[in-house]
């Protein structure tokens, strides 16, 4: 039976996974002067959320339904172009494993954390949770959708002193988008590993090698 206080729990802001230290690309957005304000934050949310957590949704949806893990980790390889994102994402699965495991002790997680000892991506590892938490493939998407622009937006209080009134203001705007994400990716999850979505934003991926490459960054991604 899902809980509707374990999917609070996953979701929240402050549960140890190791989030708030990646920006999710809008340190480099600032950067470069894409985001400015509250519109330019919610432009750029808004085309993460369709392009890579859409993709990310759908593993997410798919490792709550108990699919392969192999087989989605090789997915999530296959559509993260970026070897720095490809490395960020398996740091925060290790670190979203640790609090995991810990939170909601299960052998399905134990088995994930064997098999993938650098880390499996987080996609794969946040939907593995979800199972475990007791809560649906739909949960795991709606998650996901939910960190992929609220990561951007806590980043980018920080970047710019934003009015965290404002960044509050832009996720609640993107609410039916998010919900329309999450039972896309929730449904596409439901036809297998093959029909999982693999949209992609080429310019995160761009940005994001070249942020690696930063000697000073607030930010670890």
Same mark, same amino acid.
């Given at each position: 039976?899902?809980?509707? $206080? +374990?999917?609070?729990?996953?979701?929240?802001?402050?549960?140890? +996974? %190791?989030?708030?230290?990646? $920006?999710?690309?809008?340190?480099?957005?600032? *950067?470069?002067?894409?985001?400015?304000? =509250?519109?330019?934050?919610?432009?750029?949310?808004?085309?993460?959320?369709?392009?890579?957590?859409?993709?990310? =949704? %759908?593993?997410?949806?798919?490792?709550?339904? %108990?699919?392969?893990?192999?087989?989605?980790?090789?997915?999530?390889?296959?559509?993260?172009?970026?070897?720095?994102?490809?490395?960020? +994402?398996? *740091?925060?699965?290790?670190?979203?494993?640790?609090?995991?495991?810990?939170?909601?002790? $299960?052998?399905?997680?134990?088995?994930? !954390?064997a098999a993938f000892p650098r880390g499996a991506h987080q996609p794969v590892v946040l939907g593995t949770? =979800?199972r475990a938490a007791g809560l649906g493939h739909e949960d795991a998407a709606h998650c996901v959708a939910?960190?992929?622009?609220?990561?951007?937006?806590?980043?980018?209080?920080?970047?710019? $002193?934003?009015?965290?009134?404002? !960044?509050? +203001?832009?996720l609640a705007r993107l609410a039916p988008e998010m919900d329309r994400v999450a039972a896309r990716a929730?449904?596409?999850?439901?036809?297998?590993?093959?029909?999982?979505?693999?949209?992609?934003?080429?310019?995160?991926?761009?940005?994001?090698?070249?942020?690696?490459?930063?000697?000073?960054?607030?930010?670890?991604?």
């Amino acid at each position: 039976m899902t809980s509707r $206080s +374990a999917l609070l729990v996953l979701a929240d802001g402050r549960f140890p +996974a %190791g989030g708030h230290a990646h $920006s999710g690309g809008a340190e480099a957005a600032v *950067k470069a002067g894409r985001i400015t304000d =509250a519109a330019g934050l919610e432009a750029f949310c808004r085309g993460r959320l369709h392009t890579t957590g859409l993709t990310s =949704a %759908g593993l997410a949806a798919a490792a709550a339904l %108990g699919l392969d893990p192999y087989e989605l980790d090789a997915a999530a390889d296959a559509r993260t172009a970026s070897p720095a994102l490809r490395a960020a +994402a398996r *740091k925060l699965g290790r670190q979203l494993m640790r609090a995991a495991r810990a939170t909601w002790p $299960s052998p399905e997680l134990d088995a994930l !954390a064997a098999a993938f000892p650098r880390g499996a991506h987080q996609p794969v590892v946040l939907g593995t949770t =979800a199972r475990a938490a007791g809560l649906g493939h739909e949960d795991a998407a709606h998650c996901v959708a939910y960190e992929t622009v609220g990561g951007p937006a806590t980043a980018a209080v920080r970047l710019l $002193s934003l009015d965290p009134y404002q !960044a509050t +203001a832009v996720l609640a705007r993107l609410a039916p988008e998010m919900d329309r994400v999450a039972a896309r990716a929730a449904a596409a999850a439901r036809q297998g590993v093959d029909a999982l979505p693999a949209a992609s934003a080429p310019l995160l991926d761009l940005t994001a090698e070249q942020h690696a490459t930063w000697p000073v960054r607030l930010f670890a991604s």
